[in-house]
């Protein structure tokens, strides 16, 4: 199955990515003031064995902890002083044709990065460049799904819009088996690529004056409070269009609903973002006005309090948005704080890089619902969730979550 979403954008400068990849990719790798990169333990779990550090010819080795059995790697700095590329490698056992490699064009400037894995159930290709035809590719191939997104910058009938496309397809014999598994998912799906979407695209509009996309959840609610008012405002012509006329022409709820009816459609000029919350079939402005307008109807108010009624829905709508892009920034900011610097090759015990390095669950759909499952119980996220020992155990809970939908 296929989805494309799209939203307006405009380019930034080269200045713009440049001050972004030192504050979201140099800063990470090298560090920055206080904070760790991933080169600074050397002697504990990352180690300097030639060269100088951070500087072309400078080669790292990674040193697992006792008991991690399943690879090595290793990272090195090569190109010219003013151009210093970092290469990561990790290889999965003895096997040379099983690693995951990724390059960094750049750490002085914004150029590009670049991923391959050719793991045991895990195929994947990844490139980043800050060019418009050539922003976003990613491919992913397991043993029995391929996923593929592309994202690139386009003219639009004014200025230009970022434009991302996902496919998501079965493989060779399970192909018959996931496509009718993707069709209940593809409303959550298409709507998570909107979001994706409209966030990356304000995130490229900013980012000469806000790299680090500080900035980026006060912008979504004020468009967010700006697709409000103007259902406020349709929601109100709704009711004094009905209340105007006199009594024996119609003001019952009939009437407010073909009032509703005769609207103009909701248009391009409305605020670019998908609201926090999708309360309306799909997310999209025109399924939350109508869940307002039908959550309006359901209160049955006095002709005289219906004004105060639409607002209101209205202000409960929105206060639901505005607590989901508080908790969404809050907990970002607390998982932020939380992570390891070094990432999760770091820090760990051998038994745990083991276990979060074994990718065997993705073998098959049923082996990864299994795993999903198991690790969303674990996590606290559902404690109904039921224990899924086998293969037929994950088909009957697949089978009855699509009934549910």
């Known amino acids: 199955m296929r989805w494309t979403a799209v939203a307006p954008v405009t380019w930034p400068s080269d200045q713009g990515f440049d001050a972004w990849w030192r504050a979201m990719v140099v800063e990470e790798l090298a560090g920055s003031g206080d904070q760790v990169g991933l080169f600074d333990r050397d002697g504990e779990q990352v180690r300097l064995i030639s060269g100088e550090h951070l500087q072309p010819g400078a080669v790292y080795r990674w040193v697992p902890p006792e008991g991690f059995s399943l690879g090595g790697a290793a990272y090195g700095i090569g190109g010219p002083p003013d151009a210093r590329e970092l290469f990561l490698e990790y290889q999965e056992g003895a096997?040379?044709?099983?690693?995951?490699t990724v390059v960094v064009d750049s750490l002085d400037d914004c150029r590009s990065l670049t991923a391959t894995s050719s793991l045991k159930h895990l195929m994947a290709q990844a490139s980043f460049r800050p060019e418009r035809d050539r922003l976003l590719d990613v491919e992913v191939k397991l043993d029995w799904l391929l996923v593929r997104v592309r994202g690139r910058v386009v003219p639009a009938?004014?200025?230009e819009q970022l434009r991302v496309s996902l496919r998501v397809v079965g493989r060779g014999l399970w192909k018959p088996v996931?496509?009718?598994?993707?069709?209940?998912?593809?409303?959550?799906?298409?709507?998570?690529?909107?979001?994706?979407?409209?966030?990356?695209a304000d995130r490229l509009?900013?980012?000469?004056?806000?790299?680090?996309?500080?900035?980026?959840?006060?912008?979504e609610l004020e468009r967010i409070r700006a697709g409000a008012e103007l259902i406020r405002a349709r929601l109100h012509e709704v009711v004094s269009t009905v209340d105007a006329r006199s009594w024996w022409t119609g003001r019952r709820a009939a009437h407010l609903r073909a009032a509703f009816d005769a609207l103009p459609a909701v248009g391009p000029d409305w605020p670019p973002v998908t609201p926090a919350v999708a309360f309306g079939g799909t997310g999209r402005w025109w399924d939350e006005e109508q869940w307002i307008f039908d959550r309006f109807l359901e209160a049955s108010p006095w002709r005289r309090k219906r004004a105060d009624e639409v607002d209101r829905q209205v202000d409960g709508w929105l206060r639901q948005q505005e607590q989901m892009v508080t908790h969404r920034t809050l907990a970002q900011a607390e998982l932020a704080a939380a992570e390891d610097p070094l990432g999760d090759l770091t820090g760990r015990t051998g038994a745990e890089l083991n276990a979060m390095l074994d990718l065997s669950w993705l073998a098959t759909p049923w082996s990864t619902v299994r795993f999903l499952v198991r690790q969303a119980s674990r996590d606290g996220m559902d404690d109904d969730l039921p224990d899924l020992a086998t293969d037929a155990d994950a088909r009957r809970f697949v089978t009855d979550l699509l009934k549910d939908v």
């Open 157 to 159: 009938a004014v200025g």
């Open 178 to 200: 996931i496509a009718p598994l993707l069709v209940p998912v593809g409303i959550a799906l298409s709507h998570l690529l909107a979001e994706e979407t409209e966030e990356a």
């Open 95 to 100: 096997d040379a044709g099983r690693r995951v």
């Open 205 to 219: 509009t900013h980012l000469d004056d806000d790299p680090r996309g500080d900035g980026a959840p006060e912008r």
